[in-house]
């Protein structure tokens, strides 16, 4: 079982950068693959980024690759979000997801979720 606690949202204007961090409870952190996804008014949840069990293998969504860096401090339980150059479209709730599966994009291939937290970014 692990629990996820999301934090570092925030209102910010285009250009700026934020950093989300998820805080994961259990001593099986290092097992899992660590997803971010985000869900905007309306619209469904989509995959963000992901990075494997020790931080060798990540993959970004295309709307955020260059923009956006995930990482992880397994000591800490910890993965984070690092996001630059924020646009308006980046607007949206953003979870944290736990997984054993190596590298996953979709949804339904996490197994554990943080409740999310609330990213806004004005023009």
């Known amino acids: 079982q692990v629990q996820l606690v999301e934090s570092g949202g925030g209102l910010v204007q285009a250009g700026g950068s934020l950093r989300l961090s998820c805080a994961a409870s259990?001593?099986?952190?290092?097992?899992?693959?660590m997803g971010w996804f985000r869900q905007a008014p309306g619209k469904e949840r989509e995959f963000v980024a992901a990075?494997?069990?020790?931080?060798?293998?990540?993959s970004y969504a295309d709307s955020v690759k260059g923009r956006f860096t995930i990482s992880r401090d397994n000591a800490k339980n910890t993965v984070y979000l690092q996001m630059n150059t924020l646009k308006p479209e980046d607007t949206a709730v953003y979870y944290c997801?736990?997984?054993?599966?190596?590298?996953?994009?979709?949804?339904?291939?996490?197994?554990?979720w943080g409740q999310g937290t609330q990213v806004t970014v004005s023009s």
């Open positions: 997801a736990a997984t054993r599966n190596y590298l996953r994009t979709k949804m339904v291939d996490y197994d554990y």
């Open positions: 259990g001593r099986t952190f290092s097992t899992y693959t």
């Open positions: 990075i494997t069990w020790g931080g060798g293998g990540t």
